[in-house]
């Protein structure tokens, strides 16, 4: 059993940044490939990135592609998600989730989930 829990969200101008992180319980942290996804209101949840266990594969959504980074700490259990020149759109509240072993962009083949963050992006 993995627990999440993320923080590290709140209200932003656009153009701002927030850094996000996910600590994971347990002691197989580093087994598990972990992604970062979010859902706006009246949104299905989609993908927004991923790393892989020893965190050398790293995917992203082409929405957020060159604004976000995605990292990991296998010594302190904890992912993050670096956002910068935030947007508008990117107002949701992001979870994180954990599966064992190959990184996916599918919220389903995910095992574990976080409670979730609020991102909100002004103008």
């Known amino acids: 059993q993995v627990q999440l829990v993320e923080s590290g969200g709140g209200l932003v101008q656009a153009g701002g940044s927030l850094r996000l992180s996910c600590v994971a319980s347990?002691?197989?942290?580093?087994?598990?490939?972990m992604g970062w996804f979010r859902q706006a209101p009246g949104n299905e949840r989609e993908f927004v990135a991923v790393?892989?266990?020893?965190?050398?594969?790293?995917y992203y959504a082409d929405s957020v592609k060159g604004r976000f980074t995605i990292s990991r700490d296998n010594a302190k259990n904890t992912v993050y998600l670096q956002m910068n020149s935030l947007k508008p759109e990117d107002t949701a509240v992001y979870y994180c989730?954990?599966?064992?072993?190959?990184?996916?962009?599918?919220?389903?083949?995910?095992?574990?989930w976080g409670q979730g963050t609020q991102v909100t992006v002004s103008t």
């Open positions: 989730a954990a599966r064992s072993g190959v990184t996916s962009r599918t919220a389903g083949r995910y095992d574990y």
């Open positions: 347990g002691r197989t942290f580093s087994s598990y490939a």
């Open positions: 790393i892989s266990t020893s965190g050398d594969i790293r």
